[in-house]
Nanobody, 123 residues
């Protein structure tokens, strides 16, 4: 049974940092590209950051470049997103996702989704 579980969300103030974690099971984690999407209230879901299975390739959406860092631990089957310098525009539900290819997750073709973790950022 596939499980993708996010953790680490919570209310923070602008300028603060937060680290999201995503633990996966039920599939070969190290064979999959992983990533984070987010959906703000009233907006479409957007890709935030992605990482290939060996961490060779990464992607960041422009609004988070220089502030967010994605990483993964294939031994622990865990994906991370270190978020620094948070601002109210980062307020969203953050979702962890897995795709069989890096190109797939870049185009939003995801095999497995988590249920999300909320990140509200106050000004």
């Amino acid at each position: 049974q596939v499980q993708v579980v996010e953790s680490g969300g919570g209310l923070v103030q602008a300028g603060e940092s937060l680290r999201l974690s995503c633990t996966a099971s039920g599939f070969s984690f190290d064979d999959y590209a992983m990533g984070w999407f987010r959906q703000a209230p009233g907006k479409e879901r957007e890709g935030v950051s992605f990482i290939s299975w060996l961490s060779i390739s990464t992607y960041y959406t422009d609004s988070v470049k220089g502030r967010f860092t994605i990483s993964r631990d294939n031994v622990k089957n865990t994906l991370y997103l270190q978020m620094n310098g948070l601002n109210p525009e980062d307020t969203a539900m953050y979702y962890c996702a897995a795709a069989i290819r890096f190109a797939s997750i870049l185009s939003g073709r995801v095999n497995y989704w988590g249920h999300g973790t909320q990140v509200p950022v106050s000004s």
